[in-house]
Each structure stands twice: as structure tokens, then as C-alpha cells.
């Protein structure tokens, strides 16, 4: 007993340095740029030795979401999140694909797992100067074609100004409770199989009452603009999303292989025995048991697609509202614009986004220990 | 034996005592020089040229070249002003003359007054009289500009012109008569690239819309950025961007450039590097290779940018700094730098012979012209319109709506404090 929580001691005394550094540099600099961002620090002072700041709630936000000069930040957060799901969709897919391929186990498997893995070792800006070069309008990729007799493309991988799925920022809030009710609805039909009176109790109930309502009702919520504003997937972000693909999918086949060799031979077997096809084997017993390899991977992509940087600014520069991304805009407005507060505003609501994806992720994994 | 010794100290320390005052005037300053800048690659050696007149003067001091590498300083700003929130400002840095210094770093309290300076070297004469309004304030002067850029200049290629029958338009009614002759032979009537060159060529055809009273009364906050003025000049600029080529955004000025060179585009609106690109890079002769002419509508109206030094308070080698200050200021200095950096000196009295055709030509509207400032490099407006300006461009880019641009860059200008 006494020793028990001697060696408790010990570990907390071991621990506790790192946990003030982090407290202070990771949790004490979080609240400081929350604090900042809700001041007025910027303009023409603000560089002064003393600055002036003053708390002004959180008019910066306020003023980002639906404030007339705010149009950039919101093209961007619309590019963003554009941008995640289809890396997301592009990498793990992709990934995935090629682990499945390899794990047939072919001929010179080692090689080929290499050759894949291998862009993940060039930095973002190497990888994107050469994407930059090989999306050109009137080189690269879209000269291709003339190799084998055909008229170059035209496409413009990373300067077309087209946008696809267009909406207007003025019915955001709609747009968000039809996507909330949607999301009820779909996760209701999941749980239908299970337990069919809670799912529809607890969910496809409210869900479709919630988007009946707002159908109905919709036109007498405020809009958050005064104006229409279009926002849209723009198809100049493809020529960027496939050089994050290009450098990722490596890095999930990676992940995904490891997991495919650590599912036993027997299973297999027992699965074929059973007469399950390659697909249904991969589809009902390898894919379903590597759910932790899914989740991590999506949680690593998510934030590294949140974090864009480099290779935006390798790729199209900055002031392209096309490609831009709010990393970017954080950054211009903090150090090229001298607006403090409106930088820490952006970092604040980029950081609010990261955790909507990885604070499920923690209480899904305290959830299970708790289980154990 | 200790006689002789004596003496001998006894003359070394007469030498040393008559040599102290020989050695102080060679160089009485000492330690270091820490020169902030973002001129590397094929500007470094013009920087150079500077350091190495100033080693000459001053061979007791350690010069320390710190520089950050990225066009137009993107990234050494940046790194610039985490040094000074920091508290750990360079001796003498780098910065575009005009509001980008006075609206950054004079308002916040950072930079010593340089009159005492410019009065003590004679600059207040040699300088033209609309610089120094530009670089300073009713409370001082506050850099030393080093080389002098122009921003209105419409480039191209005269014996294409010949060959497409078309004329370097003087207005910007010429330049749309003459765009739809060069849209039926399959050119690109003015070549555009990335974004902040479209800031470069609004800037033109603003001058052209509204004239140099009304661009001065712009940013002395007497005009307001809503007027009927600034929503005609983002009219015409709307026209303009009709006869540019479609994927701009995706290349570089250089890129566009030789668009022109290459016979794809007729004109080019750009600063007056293009013309240090062209010579040195394209190998064409001024003149004759290629051929320049003010922006349209804006002929006797020298739009300029500049670079300069200042002298941020609490620069640990102070003295050091005032010595550099002199030698950019100098004659001497100025003549070495701008030849290889390709601009022209901000003096009066530069030497001409030593500078091409172009930059002789150049040289010759500096002193005569109505001289305004660049809003796209920095004169015009403070960091925080100018950033809040790109935004807004690209907002245009996309709606192409005068209206909505005018108003935003009013409410910008009011948080910019214009």
C-alpha cells in the first residue's frame, strides 16, 4: 500500500514538469489567443511596444461569419471543408484500394509498397512546386494527349474560375439544420436493424420533424447576410486535392496493409472455407475489423487537411480566393494585415473545427476503457 | 640597457598616441551591422555593391547580412515583425517606402526621425519634393529611399505591333479599339498573372479613371472610396480584365511577360523589373526588342515605389546604422546599387551614363512628372488596406461587381483608418 503510492509519487513527480510545459505552452497560449481574439488589437498601432487592446466580446466572429469584408474567410471555411471530405474520401479510398491490391501478396510487393509510401517523404512545398508545374494551363498533364495524337486538354486544373454545388451563405443556418436533420435521419436508419424503438424515438422522429419544420418554417429565420453571397466547390481546388491524394494515399495504404497482415491467416481461410468471394471477405470480415485503422486514419487526414498550407501557397499563392484555405487567411491577416485579434478569430475557429473531429474520437476511446 | 628600453617605450607611446587620431579616422566605429532584407538571389548582388562601398568606409565594422528570401518581402515581413514584438529589432531594415512603413511602424512608435539626417547630408535638395512629402509626416521623415521602381508602364513588343497593325494605345479607348483588332487575330490583348498583379494593374487604370488630384485626394481621406470616381474606375477595370487572358491566376509576372515576348499577348501592364527581366534575362534590347510607354491615360504621371532603410528605435548598434544610412543616401551609393538592381536612384543629380535606355528614359519623367504613389507595393496605403485590398480584388475577380467592391473598400478604409 505505502509502496503503491510511493511509485504514484514518482510518476506524478516525473510527469509533472511536462505538465506544466504543456499547460503553459499548449493550454495557457490556447487561452491567451482566445483572450486576444476577442479584443480589438490591430490597425495601425498595433505594433506599437504597448498596444492598445480592448475587449470587444466576440464582435471579431460576429464580424467574420456575417460582416461585409468577411467574404474571403468564409470562401475559405467553404473551401475547407470541400476540401476535407474529399481528401478524406480521396485518401482512405485510394489507400485502401492499393493495400487490398498489395495484400494479394504479388510480385515484388516490397518495391511496390515503397514506390508508394515514397511521396510521403517529400515536404509539401517540394511536391507542390512540381504539381504546380505539371497542372500548368498549357503544359503537363494537359499536354498529354498530344503524345498520342490527340489535342492537348484545356482544363484548368488550378485557374478555373467554374464552382460546382453552389449555395448562398444567406441560408446557412437553414442549410446547417437540413444537414443536422439529415444527419438524424441517417443515423435512425443505422440503428433501425437494432433497436427499433429507440432509433425511432430518439432519432428519425425528431429528425424528419426538424426538417418538415424547417421546410416549412424556414423563411423566417434571419439570414446571416444582408446580401447573397455564393459560395461553391470551386474546380480550380481539384488540382490541389489530387497532389494531397497523390502525397496521402501512401501513407493510409501503409496503415491499412499493416492492419491486413495483422488479421490471421486462419480467419481467412475459415472465411473462404465458409465460400466467401475476395470482395466478400474484404467487405464483411478485413475492412470491418480494422475500424480503429479507419478512424485514426481519418482523424490524421482531417487535421493535416485543416493545417493546408504549404502546398496551397507552393501550388496558387496566397489571395487566391479559389484555393484558399482559413490556415492561409490566419496567417495574412495576422502578419501581412497587422490584425491580431482577427488572426487569433480565425486560429480560434479553425481549432474549433479540428476538435469537432477529434473530440468524438477521445470520448469514443474513454468510452471503451470504461467498457473494459 | 634599461636607458634604451626606455626610450624605445617612450617612443612607442608617442606613436601610439600620434597614431590614435590617423586610426580613429579610418574607422571609428566598431561592431556590428545587422542589415534586414529580402534581396537575394538576383537582387543580392546590387546588395552587395552597397555593402561593400560601406566596408570600405567603415573596415572596423562586422557587416551581417540577414536576409529573407521571397519577392516583394512576403515572408521577411513577416519574420520582421515577430523580431520587433519581440523586442529584437535589426540595426536597419528593408521596408517599401510610403504609408507600409509610416502606417506600420511610425504610428506604432518604432522608427527614429531621419530630418537631422536629410539636413546634415544636404538630402532635403537632392531628393524631389513629392518623395519626401511620401516617405514622411508632419513630424519627420522617416527613411532613406534606396532605388526608385515605376508602376505605370505598359510594355510589348514593337515589331509585333507592326505585324498585328495595331498602335501602344495612349488611352484606354485606344487600347479597347485596339484589343478587339488583336481578339480577331487570336491574341491576347493584355497579358495578367496572379493575383497581386491585378491589384498592380488596377492601380494603372485608376490613375487613368480618376487623375493624380483625385488619387492623392483618395488616400489623404478626402475622397471617399464610394464616390462616383472609384465606382467608374471599377467599371473600366472590369472592361479591362474582359480582354485578359484566362488563367492569370496560375502564372507569375515573368510568366506574363513572356506572353508578350513570345508573341501570345500584344501588352503587358507591370512595374518597371520587367524591363531588368527583358534586358537581362530575355536579352532584348531596350528599344528595339521591346518597347514601353506609360500606362494608358496616364502620361505624365510617374506612379512610383520605392525601397528604403530606415532606423528602428532601439537598434543595438545605432551609430553603425547612421553610417549605412549615408552611404544608401549617397551619390556614390546610388549609382552602384541601381544599375545592377535595375531601377533608377531617387536623386536628382544620378549619373545617367552609367544606366541603360529604358532607365534613362525612366529617369528623365522621374524628375519632370507629377510623381503619385503605388497602392499595390506599399506608398499608397498601410499593411491592413492593402492586405484588406486583396481580399476584396478577389472578390471582384469573382462577382465582377464595381459597386460592391467600391463599398467594401470604403468600410476597409475607415478600419484602416484612411
Known amino acids: 500500500m505505502r509502496e503503491a503510492s510511493l511509485d504514484k509519487l514518482k510518476a506524478f513527480l516525473t510527469l509533472l514538469p511536462s505538465m506544466i510545459l504543456i499547460g503553459v505552452f499548449v493550454y495557457g497560449f490556447i487561452g491567451d489567443t482566445i483572450w486576444t481574439s476577442m479584443t480589438d488589437w490591430g490597425g495601425t498601432g498595433a505594433l506599437a511596444l504597448e498596444p492598445e487592446k480592448h475587449f470587444i466580446g466576440l464582435e471579431n466572429y460576429i464580424d467574420l461569419f456575417t460582416g461585409f469584408l468577411g467574404g474571403g474567410f468564409r470562401q475559405d471555411l467553404v473551401n475547407a471543408v470541400y476540401y476535407s471530405v474529399m481528401l478524406l474520401a480521396g485518401a482512405v479510398g485510394l489507400g485502401m484500394f492499393i493495400a487490398i491490391l498489395l495484400d494479394q501478396k504479388p510480385r515484388g510487393e516490397d518495391l511496390l509498397r515503397t514506390i508508394f509510401l515514397y511521396p510521403m517523404s517529400l515536404s509539401f512545398i517540394v511536391s507542390g512546386t512540381i504539381w504546380r508545374w505539371l497542372l500548368a494551363p498549357q503544359g503537363g498533364v494537359n499536354v498529354l494527349p498530344k503524345y498520342f495524337g490527340f489535342k492537348p486538354l484545356t482544363f484548368k486544373w488550378l485557374s478555373s474560375q467554374s464552382a460546382v454545388l453552389v449555395f448562398n451563405w444567406q441560408d446557412i443556418l437553414r442549410i446547417l439544420l437540413y444537414v443536422a436533420a439529415f444527419v438524424l435521419i441517417m443515423v435512425g436508419m443505422f440503428m433501425l436493424k437494432k433497436n427499433q424503438g429507440k432509433a425511432i424515438k430518439r432519432w428519425l422522429v425528431p429528425g424528419i420533424l426538424l426538417g418538415a419544420v424547417v421546410w416549412v418554417f424556414g423563411g423566417l429565420l434571419p439570414d446571416a447576410l444582408f446580401m447573397e453571397e455564393e459560395h461553391g466547390f470551386n474546380l480550380a481546388t481539384l488540382g490541389i486535392i489530387i497532389a494531397t491524394i497523390w502525397q496521402y494515399s501512401g501513407y493510409t495504404m501503409a496503415l491499412y496493409l499493416a492492419g491486413f497482415n495483422g488479421i490471421s491467416q486462419d480467419l481467412r481461410d475459415a472465411a473462404m472455407l465458409d465460400g466467401a468471394s475476395q470482395v466478400a471477405y474484404y467487405r464483411h470480415v478485413a475492412i470491418p475489423m480494422l475500424k480503429p485503422i479507419t478512424i485514426s486514419a481519418v482523424i490524421i487526414l482531417s487535421h493535416i487537411s485543416l493545417k493546408m498550407f504549404d502546398l496551397i501557397f507552393a501550388m496558387t499563392g496566397p489571395d487566391n480566393a479559389a484555393t484558399g484555405h482559413p490556415a492561409l487567411n490566419m496567417y495574412l491577416t495576422t502578419f501581412r494585415g497587422n490584425e491580431f485579434a482577427r488572426g487569433a478569430a480565425i486560429a480560434i475557429v479553425l481549432f474549433l473545427v479540428a476538435a469537432m473531429f477529434i473530440v468524438p474520437y477521445l470520448v469514443g476511446q474513454y468510452r471503451q476503457q470504461g467498457r473494459r | ?418
Open chain 2, 1 to 418: 640597457m634599461r636607458k634604451a628600453f626606455a626610450k624605445m617605450l617612450v617612443v612607442f607611446a608617442a606613436a601610439l598616441l600620434i597614431g590614435a587620431p590617423q586610426a580613429a579616422q579610418a574607422s571609428d566605429l566598431k561592431g556590428d551591422l545587422e542589415i534586414f532584407s529580402w534581396w537575394a538571389g538576383d537582387e543580392g548582388p546590387a546588395l552587395a555593391a552597397l555593402i561593400d562601398i560601406y566596408k570600405q568606409q567603415n573596415p572596423g565594422v562586422n557587416v551581417i547580412n540577414a536576409t529573407v528570401t521571397g519577392g516583394s518581402g512576403v515572408n521577411a515581413q513577416a519574420v520582421l515583425k515577430t523580431r520587433m514584438l519581440g523586442g529584437e529589432p535589426p540595426d536597419s531594415f528593408q521596408v517599401h517606402a510610403g504609408q507600409e512603413l509610416i502606417g506600420t511602424w511610425v504610428k506604432a512608435d518604432r522608427m527614429e526621425d531621419l530630418t537631422p539626417l536629410f539636413k546634415e547630408q544636404g538630402w532635403m535638395e537632392v531628393f524631389p519634393e513629392g518623395l519626401i512629402k511620401l516617405i514622411g509626416t508632419d513630424k519627420g521623415i522617416w527613411s532613406v529611399p534606396v532605388n526608385i521602381h515605376r508602376s505605370n508602364v505598359m510594355w510589348y513588343v514593337p515589331a509585333n505591333l507592326k505585324k498585328w497593325g495595331v498602335e501602344a494605345p495612349k488611352t484606354w479607348d485606344d487600347f479597347f479599339a485596339a484589343a478587339e483588332k488583336l481578339k480577331a487575330q487570336g491574341v491576347v490583348p493584355l497579358a495578367l498573372a496572379q493575383n497581386w498583379t491585378a491589384n498592380h494593374l488596377w492601380e494603372s487604370v485608376a490613375l487613368a479613371s480618376m487623375g493624380a488630384d483625385n488619387w492623392d485626394a483618395l488616400w489623404a481621406g478626402k475622397l471617399s472610396f464610394d464616390s462616383p470616381e472609384v465606382v467608374k474606375a471599377w467599371e473600366l477595370f472590369g472592361k479591362v480584365l474582359q480582354y485578359t487572358n484566362s488563367d492569370a491566376s496560375s502564372l507569375s509576372w515573368q510568366q506574363a511577360t513572356d506572353m508578350v515576348v513570345d508573341g501570345r499577348a500584344a501588352f503587358n501592364i507591370m512595374g518597371d523589373w520587367a524591363a531588368g527581366y527583358m534586358s537581362t534575362t530575355k536579352k532584348l534590347a531596350p528599344g528595339e526588342g521591346y518597347g514601353w510607354i506609360a500606362s494608358p491615360g496616364t502620361t505624365g504621371t510617374f506612379m512610383f515605389l520605392a525601397d528604403s532603410f530606415g532606423l528602428p528605435k532601439g537598434a543595438p548598434h545605432r551609430a553603425n546604422a547612421i553610417a549605412w544610412l549615408k552611404v544608401l543616401g549617397s551619390k556614390e551609393g546610388a549609382d552602384a546599387f541601381n544599375p545592377l538592381k535595375g531601377s533608377i536612384s531617387a536623386r536628382k543629380d544620378s549619373d545617367l551614363s552609367k544606366y541603360n535606355v529604358y532607365s534613362q528614359d525612366a529617369a528623365k519623367d522621374w524628375s519632370s512628372n507629377r510623381v503619385v504613389g503605388s497602392l499595390a507595393h506599399g506608398v499608397a496605403a498601410n499593411d491592413t488596406f492593402k492586405n484588406g485590398f486583396a481580399s476584396i480584388m478577389e472578390m471582384f475577380l469573382k462577382t465582377k461587381n464595381p459597386q460592391a467592391a467600391s463599398k467594401a473598400c470604403a468600410q476597409l478604409a475607415k478600419k484602416a483608418g484612411i
